[in-house]
């Protein structure tokens, strides 16, 4: 089973700042297979970036995925209120395993 | 627009199978093209895959899970169900449903989710 270990855990910064969220994977998982997500409470998730870069339908371009290897990121260029939520990464090499999750909180 | 929906019973026994069912609109099953997939979230542990169907009715089970689950499909009512037997305290957790894109490789990431079921097990 592949491990991903998402940081920090929570992240507190104010609305405009930018936002750096990191993967990190047990074994090399290729860019092709990484997602990210954003949840938020009694909300579905909703799919962000898939492929390691390309965002989902209807995302704006303030979120982008980049990274190979075992090192994921997912940067937000300027927070707006809507983005304080829950983000969590996801490989889909083998049988899928989440990150367990980044808290951007509110400074 | 996709829409996925949970419904089944919020409190099962320990020992008993929980029983799940998802529907599906604003898009066909039948249509190919993706996996459909159960997720859930436990209260500490996190997000954990169980697995998916494809239309066709071929499966592909999380392996620590394997023993005890069994997803089925019916296309004719566009829904996809999840079965999980002998169920411990340890399988509470919100249940999701989501849509996989079928790309590359044999599992995928997930472009639609229902919004959750909290199932909780207990005498």
């Known amino acids: 089973e592949i491990v991903l270990t998402q940081s920090p855990g929570t992240l507190s910064l104010s609305p405009g700042e930018r936002a750096t969220l990191s993967c990190g994977a047990s074994?090399?998982?290729?860019?092709?297979?990484l997602a990210w997500y954003q949840h938020k409470p009694g909300q579905a998730p909703r799919l962000l970036i898939y492929g390691g870069s390309s965002r989902a339908t209807g995302i704006p371009d303030r979120f982008s995925g980049s990274g190979s290897g075992t090192d994921f990121t997912l940067t937000i260029s300027r927070l707006e209120p809507e983005d304080f939520a829950v983000y969590y990464c996801?490989?889909?090499?083998?049988?899928?395993?989440f990150g367990q999750g980044t808290k951007v909180e509110i400074k | 627009q996709v829409q996925l929906q949970e419904s089944g019973p919020g409190l099962v026994k320990p020992s008993q199978t929980l029983s799940l069912t998802c529907t599906v609109s604003g898009g066909s099953i039948s249509s190919g093209g993706y996996y459909w997939n159960w997720i859930r979230q436990h209260p500490v542990k996190g997000l954990e895959w169980i697995g998916y169907i494809y239309h066709a009715g071929s499966t592909y089970y999380n392996p620590s899970l394997q023993s005890r689950v069994t997803i089925s499909v019916d296309t004719s009512k566009n829904q996809f169900s999840l079965k999980l037997n002998s169920l411990t305290a340890a399988d509470t957790a919100v249940y999701y449903c989501a849509r996989g894109p079928i790309t590359t490789g044999d599992t995928p990431h997930f472009d639609y989710w229902g919004q959750g079921t909290l199932v909780t097990v207990s005498s």
């Open positions: 996801q490989q889909y090499v083998s049988s899928p395993t």
């Open positions: 074994q090399s998982v290729s860019s092709s297979h």
